[in-house]
Structure formats: structure tokens, C-alpha cells
T-cell receptor
Framework: QKEVEQDPGPLSVPEGAIVSLNCTYS??????FMWYRQYSRKGPELLMY????GNKEDGRFTAQVDKSSKYISLFIRDSQPSDSATYLC????????????FGAGTQVVVTP | NAGVTQTPKFRILKIGQSMTLQCTQD?????MYWYRQDPGMGLKLIYY???????DKGEVPNGYNVSRSTTEDFPLRLELAAPSQTSVYFC???????????????FGSGTQLSVL
């Protein structure tokens, strides 16, 4: 069983809709969470990071962490065709400096 | 502002051949990493380095070697290439490992490697 599970999609939404992405994890020691966006044939780039339960907002993006349920989410409001990409969650233990476990990624397609 | 630069972008190897994937960063980052990305499997950490002269194994180090003689460069060596090493390889760097945005990973554009 993978430590980090992520639905591969594809998730297709119309432009302007809210995109909802999530990851579940099995290791309760994970304390630091990141979301990356990866365009086709490119390296991932950081969208959000957080290390506490609750919500964190940055523009159209909201990251949510529920450590009691071992569940993290990323919401994208007012989605645009340029948001079409693969979204990767990543997380690590507090004592595993720099060593992240990545989810497999969810492909998102935003249609005009 | 180059960031993280990887070469080559594409390579085809025959079984048993060797090669070095080059990675250099110009951000004066302490931490550098090598990941491989296989379809449906996410990114897997191969090796990482916390500074010049210091390297350590990640999750999938077998069949690979690294060195870090300078802050800027972190080459990945494949010895005796095998079909199982067919993958997309990403080099990344971060300023440091801490509970802050300083741990943000900056990725290169990747090397697509096929071993036939």
C-alpha cells in the first residue's frame, strides 16, 4: 500500500468551476505538506505549503489539512484553461528533512 | 535567471551502457535532489545532498551513484543501465530544509531516459 494516495483522474471541469483535489496518507508522522503543479513535459512548481491543520489561502488556491483524518485538499476557484495540469501532493515527517513522499498526481483538464 | 539546469533532455541507452545526467543550479541552494518519475507512481527520491561533499540515499538508490564536489553541481551516474531505469529524471534544489517556504523545491525540466 502506498503511503500517499492520490486519484489519478483525469478530472475534467468547465472554466470557472471549482476544482477539488485531495490526497490521503497512512503515516500519521507526516507533518509538512506541499502542493505542486506540473505542466506536460515540465518540472513541478510549488503552489502551496503548510504544516498545520486548517485552511491556508493564496489567491484562487486554498489548501486544507485534516491531520486527524490524514487527508489534505487543494481547491482552485474560478478555474482557467491555464490551470490544466497535473497536481501533485507531497509530504514529509518532521524528522525527515528534505525527504518528501509524493502522490502520483491528479490530471486536471479545464475546458473553455 | 537559469535556476536548475539539466542535461541532456532526452537520451536512449542500450542495456549495460553507462551515462551521467548533469544538474547545476545557480541559486546557491544547499540541498539538491534527484528524483525519478514513472507513470502512475509519483516522484521517487533517488539521492539527495545537504551540501558539498555530503550525499545520502533516498528511496530508490540502487543502480545509481552521485557526487557533490561543488554547491552548484550534482551529477547522477547510471552504471550498467537496465530497462527498469527507463524513466523521467528530475533534479531539484532547495535553500534549506525547514518548516518554511525555504524548503520549496525548484525543479529542472527533466531528462527522459529510455534503456533498450
Amino acid at each position: 500500500q502506498k503511503e500517499v494516495e492520490q486519484d489519478p483522474g483525469p478530472l475534467s471541469v468547465p472554466e470557472g468551476a471549482i476544482v477539488s483535489l485531495n490526497c490521503t496518507y497512512s503515516n500519521s508522522a507526516f507533518q509538512y505538506f506541499m502542493w505542486y503543479r506540473q505542466y506536460s513535459r515540465k518540472g513541478p512548481e510549488l503552489l502551496m505549503y503548510t504544516y498545520s491543520s486548517g485552511n491556508k489561502e493564496d489567491g484562487r488556491f486554498t489548501a486544507q489539512v485534516d491531520k486527524s483524518s490524514k487527508y489534505i485538499s487543494l481547491f482552485i476557484r474560478d478555474s482557467q484553461p491555464s490551470d490544466s495540469a497535473t497536481y501533485l501532493c507531497a509530504m514529509r515527517r518532521a524528522d525527515s528533512w528534505g525527504k518528501f513522499q509524493f502522490g502520483a498526481g491528479t490530471q486536471v483538464v479545464v475546458t473553455p | 535567471n537559469a535556476g536548475v539546469t539539466q542535461t541532456p533532455k532526452f537520451r536512449i541507452l542500450k542495456i549495460g551502457q553507462s551515462m551521467t545526467l548533469q544538474c547545476t543550479q545557480d541559486m546557491n541552494h544547499n540541498y539538491m535532489y534527484w528524483y525519478r518519475q514513472d507513470p502512475g507512481m509519483g516522484l521517487k527520491l533517488i539521492y539527495y545532498s545537504v551540501g558539498a561533499g555530503i550525499t545520502d540515499k533516498g528511496e530508490v538508490p540502487n543502480g545509481y551513484n552521485v557526487s557533490r564536489s561543488t554547491t552548484e553541481d550534482f551529477p547522477l551516474r547510471l552504471e550498467l543501465a537496465a530497462p527498469s531505469q527507463t524513466s523521467v529524471y528530475f533534479c531539484a534544489s532547495s535553500l534549506q530544509a525547514s518548516l518554511s517556504e525555504d524548503e520549496k523545491l525548484f525543479f529542472g525540466s527533466g531528462t527522459q531516459l529510455s534503456v533498450l
